[in-house]
């Protein structure tokens, strides 16, 4: 952040914390203190605190102060940032166009891992053989390489089941 176009907030109030700035964002993409669902939108008026690292969108706090959100509340008040302040907005203000929504991360997917009889005879990730009817935990998926013509692709890795895992697939196998 430049502080060219920051201004200490206590100008426009005095029982805030000194080190807390306000003015004009010039990033995207950073979680909003107050609703980390939320980015202040580039271009727009933000509350930032340096050392807490703190962004909070004028629109953020402006509806955290009027809804009466006591979780966002005290958040600002634990970094020193008062609910009366008045950026002249009102009661029916839509604040909507200060932040951005932001879009939710897919969770990623537990590796598929199976434990088998090899069908093939190849090597587990630790660089030990297996034989063809040998019991294997297969990490399906696991690497993604390049190879000699330059295609990448999806590969499995074979490792040693562990003796837990050994003993439920023989007796998996055996009730069969």
Known sequence: MKNENWYKLRAVS???DPAVMF???DRSNVPDYLYPDRSPRKGSTVIWHPSAKAHISIGS???AVRNRDEAAIAKMAAIGIPADIDF???PNDD???TYVKLKKQRAKKADSVKVMRAKFAATFEDGGAF???DV????FRKKFVEDRGG???FQNAYERPTEDELKAFLAEEGAE
């Not at 294997?136 to 990490?139: C, G, N």
């Open 14 to 16: 005095k029982t805030c």
């Open 23 to 25: 003015g004009v964002t």
């Open 61 to 63: 706090y402006v509806e």
């Open 88 to 90: 002249g907005y009102g």
């Open 95 to 97: 604040m909507s166009s």
């Open 131 to 133: 034989r063809a009817g």
């Open 136 to 139: 294997v935990k297969i990490v």
């Open 151 to 153: 295609t990448k692709r």
